[in-house]
Every structure is written in structure tokens, then in C-alpha cells.
């Protein structure tokens, strides 16, 4: 990161501030990651239960079956990452965890191609929902760290993308109308991006509000402190006079030779 000093030359910012950035952003991700594992385990359900009926095989509900432990596992590799973080030790790279944030949304998008594929019309209208609301969930969850929300969004637009064009050719890529859905998916890609750009926005705007806060409470402490500093050196510079003219007395009190000496 590089901000502009007085002089207008670049300056680069501190690492500890970009390690802060870095951590806050990595613990944000991983808090909505662990808070929706649940939510997205009923949804797969609910979506496994009516692609078996569009499809008429029990392969959906293989997939959901097989998609629970790889959800409970992103579960644990997101709390493993927040407490990280939490500690202040956020990794500087996190490769591993991007293989296997792509890959798992690979798994859990298979479900769109049973349904686009099936012998019903809208099993095709089905998949593209179910990729959209993947879209959705990425970027809800995803959002603070780009890298990670390429790795969940990429392979859910891989299949947006990727299903009208294999039917295309499947079918001798003679009707241009098989393209239509890759057409409206293109559109709404477009509109899922400004989407995620607005929440990133908004985020940017939630941070920069809480460093104000935090910010204005730092210079109230500093002043509380230095209000603090200015009455003890106060109290000190007024002791030590004091204490002279108290024991000057004293000694006078006890070096007067005549009664009315002590009493003066």
C-alpha cells in the first residue's frame, strides 16, 4: 500500500498496518464462512431434494450426501484461519486454502449440471438459479479478500458460462438459440459484479467509519492522559515548596532561644 506524503511524494505504508488490513479483512471471511455453513447445508438440502425430482435418479442426494463433510471441513479450515487471525498471526499467502476454496465450490456446483441436463425444460432455469445464488453466497462471504472470492466465484461461473456452450456443441452447435442462456447469463454476471463492487464499497466505508471511532477515542484517551500529567507535575511542583517552607518553620520553631521566638 502507497499513500502520498507532504511533500507529494510516495510514501509506502506501514507493514503493521498492512498486516492489520490484511488480518481483519482474512477474520471477516472467516466469521461469515463459519456463520453460513449451516444455512448452506439446509439450502443444498432443499436444492438435492427437488433436483430428484427433475432429474428421477437419487444422484442429488448422493451429491448433498457427499457435500456435508466438505462443508463441515471448510467449517473447520475458517475457524482455523479466524482464531489465526484472532492471535494476530494472519498468513501472508493462503494458496492451500485457495485450491480448496475453488475446488470445493467445483463439488458443490455439480449439482447444476444433473439439473441443466436433465430430460425437463426447467431444469435448466433450476441450474441457473442454484448458480446464481452460489454467485450470491461467494460474494456475501467472500467479499474481504478478493483472492478468496475469485477462488468461489470462478469455478460457479465456469458452469454459468460453460453449460450453454457445451449444450451448444452438444447439439452440433446448430441453433444459435441454445446460446440465449449464456447471453442472459453474461447480463446478469455484469450485474452481479457491480453488486459485489457496492458491498465492497460498503465495507470500505463501514472500516473507514470504525478507524474514525477509533481514531476519536485514542485522542480522548490522550488528552484524559495528558490532563492527567499536567495535574501530578502540579502536584509535585507544589510539594516540593511546601515541604521546604514546612521544615523551614520547623527548624526555625525548634533554633528560637525565646518563647515568643517559638510562637513567631
Not at 15 to 25: I, N, T
Not at 188 to 208: I, R
Request: proline share 6%; net charge positive.
Amino acid at each position: 500500500m502507497v499513500t502520498i506524503g507532504p511533500d507529494l511524494t510516495p510514501v509506502a505504508a506501514p507493514p503493521v498496518l498492512d498486516r492489520a488490513k490484511r488480518a481483519h479483512a482474512l477474520a471477516n471471511v472467516g466469521r461469515a464462512r463459519v456463520a453460513n455453513t449451516w444455512l448452506r447445508l439446509c439450502a443444498c438440502a432443499i436444492v438435492a431434494a427437488v433436483a430428484t425430482s427433475v432429474v428421477g435418479a437419487i444422484t442429488p442426494l448422493m451429491w448433498w450426501a457427499g457435500l456435508v463433510p466438505v462443508l463441515l471441513l471448510d467449517r473447520w479450515l475458517f475457524q482455523r484461519l479466524l482464531k489465526t487471525c484472532a492471535a494476530g498471526d494472519a498468513p501472508r499467502a493462503i494458496p492451500r486454502l485457495l485450491i480448496w476454496t475453488f475446488a470445493q465450490n467445483l463439488y458443490g456446483n455439480l449439482v447444476a449440471v444433473m439439473l441443466w441436463f436433465s430430460p425437463y425444460v426447467p431444469g435448466e432455469t433450476l441450474a441457473i438459479i442454484y448458480l446464481f445464488g452460489a454467485l450470491a453466497n461467494a460474494a456475501a462471504t467472500l467479499r474481504s479478500s478478493v483472492s478468496l472470492s475469485i477462488a468461489g466465484a470462478g469455478s460457479t461461473v465456469l458452469f454459468l458460462l460453460g453449460l450453454p456452450l457445451a449444450e451448444y456443441l452438444l447439439n452440433g452447435a446448430r441453433n444459435p438459440l441454445d446460446l440465449m442462456p449464456l447471453m442472459g447469463g453474461l447480463l446478469l454476471l455484469a450485474f452481479g459484479v457491480n453488486l459485489w463492487k457496492s458491498l465492497l464499497a460498503s465495507d470500505a466505508a463501514q472500516l473507514e467509519a470504525e478507524a474514525a471511532v477509533l481514531r476519536e477515542r485514542q485522542a480522548a484517551a490522550a488528552a484524559s492522559a495528558a490532563k492527567s500529567r499536567v495535574i501530578q507535575r502540579m502536584n509535585d511542583e507544589l510539594r516540593t515548596p511546601m515541604s521546604a517552607l514546612t521544615g523551614a518553620a520547623e527548624h526555625l520553631r525548634r533554633a528560637a532561644q525565646s518563647p515568643q521566638a517559638r510562637a513567631h
